[in-house]
């Protein structure tokens, strides 16, 4: 099996887990808010807003959200800018519950889940050029052996001027862990319980972004100087530590290796903003 297949089918039992863990949005928030009190929900939102102000979307715009889980991120986008939104993932079952949320927030008819083959995100050649006026990301991307080649395919797709955004899970050297091996002796559990492809740096995403054409605007370290804890409020450890359903092992593996590197450091997040300024198709 391929990575990106594992990936589908892992979501097969992690995409319930976290539902009962997270709710409707599983991507980091915005530090600053929840340093004010917000919840990681509400932190969430307050950071898909600075980001979908960033791309200045709004009404009658058209945005594809990569990796749109169970749809939480993408139907706030959606509600919050007027704009229109197609959320794409590799798991049917996962584009179903975003379905029935986009229908519940009465949103159905601007807010389409699309499930699409495991490695289409190398081309996206479901689009013509130039479809959206902006692209968005949630903690998706860290899942693509071939980032490169989504940040080139989303390129193509955005209209000149059009932004992409977004959030990602990255590694970075931290306090007494430097180098290579020490830095992979907490990341790689993560990616092998997670499911993920290799996490890069904050350098790497500026660096790929750039290849691919974008002019960025924003590549932040959400957490600079400081371990990782955000959205991990101290209280939900034994939530996450005792869940039991279906692959529940699994899940508590997931979440014995992210702590471990958050607390060693090397695990971070960044926000990113990159625009395609050419008119070229
Ligand atoms: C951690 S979830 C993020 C969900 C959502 N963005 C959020 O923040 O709530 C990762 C998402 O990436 C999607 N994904 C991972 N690999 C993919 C691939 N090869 N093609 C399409 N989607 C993929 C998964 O299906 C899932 O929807």
Same mark, same amino acid.
């Given at each position: 099996? #391929?990575?990106?297949?594992?990936?589908?089918?892992?979501?097969?039992?992690?995409?319930?887990?976290?539902?009962?863990?997270?709710?409707?949005?599983?991507?980091?928030?915005?530090?600053?808010?929840?340093?004010?009190?917000?919840?990681?929900?509400?932190?969430?939102?307050?950071?898909?807003?600075?980001?979908?102000?960033?791309?200045?979307?709004?009404?009658?715009?058209?945005?594809?959200?990569?990796?749109? !889980?169970?749809?939480?991120?993408?139907?706030?986008?959606?509600?919050?800018?007027?704009?229109?939104?197609? #959320?794409?993932?590799?798991?049917?079952?996962?584009?179903?519950?975003?379905?029935?949320?986009?229908?519940?927030?009465?949103? @159905?008819?601007?807010?389409?889940?699309?499930?699409?083959?495991?490695?289409?995100?190398?081309?996206? @050649?479901?689009?013509?050029?130039?479809?959206?006026?902006?692209?968005?990301?949630?903690?998706?991307?860290?899942?693509?052996?071939?980032?490169?080649?989504?940040?080139?395919?989303?390129?193509?797709?955005?209209?000149?001027?059009?932004?992409?955004?977004?959030?990602?899970?990255?590694?970075?050297?931290?306090?007494?862990?430097?180098?290579?091996?020490?830095?992979?002796?907490?990341?790689?559990?993560?990616?092998?319980?997670?499911?993920?492809?290799?996490?890069?740096?904050?350098?790497?995403?500026?660096?790929?972004?750039?290849? @691919?054409?974008?002019?960025?605007?924003?590549?932040?370290?959400?957490?600079?100087?400081?371990?990782?804890?955000?959205?991990?409020?101290?209280?939900?450890?034994?939530?996450?530590?005792?869940?039991?359903?279906? !692959?529940?092992?699994?899940?508590?593996?997931?979440?014995?290796?992210?702590?471990?590197?958050?607390?060693?450091?090397?695990?971070?997040?960044?926000?990113?903003?990159?625009?395609?300024?050419?008119?070229?198709?």
């Amino acid at each position: 099996m #391929g990575h990106e297949q594992r990936v589908r089918a892992f979501y097969d039992y992690a995409g319930p887990a976290y539902e009962a863990l997270m709710d409707d949005v599983w991507h980091h928030g915005d530090p600053v808010a929840e340093a004010r009190g917000l919840s990681p929900q509400q932190a969430a939102r307050a950071l898909e807003e600075r980001l979908v102000r960033l791309a200045g979307l709004g009404p009658g715009d058209r945005a594809l959200d990569f990796g749109s !889980g169970v749809g939480g991120a993408t139907v706030h986008m959606a509600a919050f800018t007027g704009a229109t939104f197609v #959320g794409l993932s590799n798991n049917e079952g996962l584009s179903q519950r975003a379905r029935r949320l986009a229908a519940e927030r009465g949103l @159905a008819d601007r807010v389409q889940f699309l499930t699409v083959g495991d490695e289409d995100y190398t081309t996206l @050649a479901a689009w013509p050029g130039m479809s959206f006026d902006a692209i968005t990301f949630y903690e998706s991307v860290c899942h693509l052996p071939h980032k490169e080649r989504f940040f080139r395919s989303a390129h193509r797709l955005l209209k000149p001027g059009g932004a992409l955004v977004g959030v990602d899970w990255l590694q970075r050297p931290f306090g007494a862990h430097r180098t290579p091996e020490e830095i992979a002796r907490f990341i790689d559990p993560v990616n092998d319980t997670i499911r993920l492809a290799g996490l890069g740096t904050l350098h790497d995403y500026e660096s790929m972004l750039e290849d @691919a054409g974008y002019h960025v605007t924003l590549a932040e370290d959400l957490f600079p100087g400081v371990p990782c804890w955000g959205s991990t409020p101290p209280e939900d450890r034994p939530k996450w530590l005792g869940y039991d359903g279906p !692959g529940g092992e699994l899940i508590q593996a997931g979440k014995h290796a992210l702590d471990a590197a958050r607390g060693a450091g090397v695990f971070t997040v960044g926000a990113f903003a990159a625009h395609r300024l050419d008119s070229a198709s």
